[in-house]
């Protein structure tokens, strides 16, 4: 494609503002990492999108609503306590309320009804030091439990792009080790 088809698509597209605003925002707030901070900004756009366009089925609706979550969420604490690398982050925990927390979240980042209120989860996160390969597993469980629950493949990527969008606020850099 052309130049000039690239930048008529994106007009037709009402894309140029989107992207302005995004790189608006990108240089602005400089990110570590860029390119999460534009997945994230972007699944949040389209979030508003959705929300402004009630015929558009959001995410937690095309994933079968509360039901689908709140069964997700069992099955995957229930796979994740068992988890000999990731099962430690929940000991002595209030697993239950987590569950709660964990229910709300999922809602608010699939577009579905419930906010969610708790920490931010860079604040909630901050102090477990969790590496890339610990969440790489915790979106392995994800993408499992939601399978299990019989959502379609396409939705359960969708969701895991979603999930992946907050890999930057829960994944710690490695401790440089001291001399």
Do not use: W
Not at 70 to 79: A, E, F, I, Q, R
Not at 146 to 151: H, M
């Amino acid at each position: 494609m052309d130049p000039a088809a690239k930048i008529a698509f994106l007009r037709d597209q009402n894309l140029i503002g989107e992207i302005d605003m995004a790189l608006k925002r990108l240089f602005a707030e400089q990110p570590e990492d860029p390119l999460a901070f534009l997945g994230t900004h972007f699944t949040a756009r389209s979030s508003e999108k959705m929300k402004a366009d009630p015929s558009t089925p959001s995410l937690y609706d095309r994933m079968g609503g509360e039901k689908v979550i709140n069964k997700t969420v069992d099955s995957l604490y229930d796979s994740i306590l068992n988890s000999p690398t990731i099962g430690k982050y929940f000991n002595e925990q209030d697993v239950p309320q987590l569950k709660r927390m964990q229910k709300a979240f999922l809602s608010f980042a699939f577009c579905g009804p419930k906010a969610y209120t708790g920490k931010t989860l860079r604040a909630a996160h901050r102090h477990l030091e969790i590496t890339d390969s610990e969440f790489d597993e915790i979106i392995k469980h994800l993408r499992q439990s939601l399978v299990a629950e019989g959502v379609a493949a396409d939705i359960v990527e969708e969701a895991t792009v979603v999930a992946n969008g907050v890999r930057k606020d829960i994944v710690q850099p490695p401790k440089s080790p001291k001399a």
